[in-house]
Structure formats: C-alpha cells, structure tokens
C-alpha cells in the first residue's frame, strides 16, 4: 500500500492542526537527538518544520509561507511561519475599493499586495546557551498578540532549549505564564529541550 495522500481540506480547524503540528514536533525532536538536525537560528527550525509540513502535503505548499504578509496582521510584522491561503483578487479587490471609500485620495499607483489568511502563525526561539527573556519570549508574545482577534486559536511561540543553556525549568515556565497574561490563553506557547541524554521533548504550557 502507498502512503497516504494529505490534503489541507483535512486541517480545517485548529484543533487539527495543532495535532499535525504537534506531530511534527515529534518527528523535530527525534531528529534533533539523532544529530540529523542541528540549529544554530530560527531560522533552521522554520525551514526545517517547513519541509515537514511540505513532506506530509506531498509537495503542496499553497498553505505555507515564511516571513509573509497577514490579512488583518501584525503591524508589518511578518511571523516565521503563516499557514493559510493567499487571498484572492476578488478579496483583495474588494478590500481595495473599501479602502478607497474611506480614503480622501483617489489616485493610487499600486493596488494592495496579496496577504495570507492566517489560519495559524508561529515564532520560533532558539537559546544555545542562555534565555534572553525580553528578546525570546515577551517580544514574540506581544507580536502574537497583534494578532489575537484575527487569528483567536491559531498563535503559538515554541521555544527551542539546547543542552547547554542552564536554568530552572519550573521558575522559566512560571515566567513564562505571567508574560502571557491570563487574558490570552488560547495563545500556545510550547518549550522544545534537548538534554544530554534523552532524546529531546515538548511541554505545552
């Protein structure tokens, strides 16, 4: 029997894909033990979840985007990783002529760029050999923040701990807690260690 097909249809819900992402966590984390995986940036740990995400889709990356733009988002800031459709022209079109309503000006040289809507975002953070807390979480949760009425289920910093960084794990998840707030719990915040002799493993908080 030949391996299953994916499609994004299946991962409609953020349940879903919270699972699949989680899934894919696992499959991180062993690779990460077995020294096939070694990260030095963020940015290793997107692309690298980016080809999983890619692998389990055969190939269909419609859905994914790195640093991208956000219908509703961030600011201009864009996240590590955005899943979700690209608007269509219809919709870009539309909010288009909205904007020009409410606009005083009438003459534009460009139309709006194409936006991904967001059916999740995610930062990455990895500490190689310490936690710069403002830096690793607080910047990142006010960020996810921005986008907490466009995207309620959908946010998720997952921080990437080495062996090397020394701390005490319950005092940096209390922290951790009280930089979220207790009025943003549907924000996901997962902590990914990799010790020195197990293989590494993720806590949700």
Not at 106 to 118: G, M, Q, T, W, Y
Request: glycine share 6%.
């Amino acid at each position: 029997m030949g391996k299953r097909m994916h499609n994004w249809s299946e991962y409609s819900s953020s349940s879903t894909l919270w699972e699949l992402i989680e899934e894919m966590l696992d499959t991180l984390g062993t690779a990460w033990g077995n020294g096939r995986f070694v990260p030095l940036l963020e940015a290793d740990v997107a692309a690298y979840l980016y080809y999983l995400l890619l692998s389990h889709f055969d190939g269909d990356g419609s859905h994914l985007h790195l640093e991208t733009r956000i219908r509703n988002g961030m600011d201009g800031k864009k996240p590590d990783l955005a899943i979700g459709p690209i608007e269509s022209d219809d919709q870009k079109n539309e909010l288009f002529q909205e904007f020009l309503k409410k606009s005083k000006t009438k003459s534009f040289k460009h139309r709006f760029n194409s936006e991904v809507i967001a059916n999740m975002v995610l930062e990455f953070k990895h500490c190689r050999r310490s936690i710069g807390f403002k830096t690793k979480v607080e910047n990142p949760i006010i960020k996810l923040g921005q986008l907490k009425k466009t995207c309620p289920k959908g946010r998720g910093l997952i921080l990437f701990l080495d062996n090397k960084v020394r701390t005490n794990e319950s005092v940096l998840r209390e922290k951790i807690i009280n930089a979220r707030g207790l009025d943003d719990r549907d924000l996901r915040i997962y902590i990914c260690r990799k010790k020195e002799s197990d293989q590494p493993s993720w806590t949700l908080l």
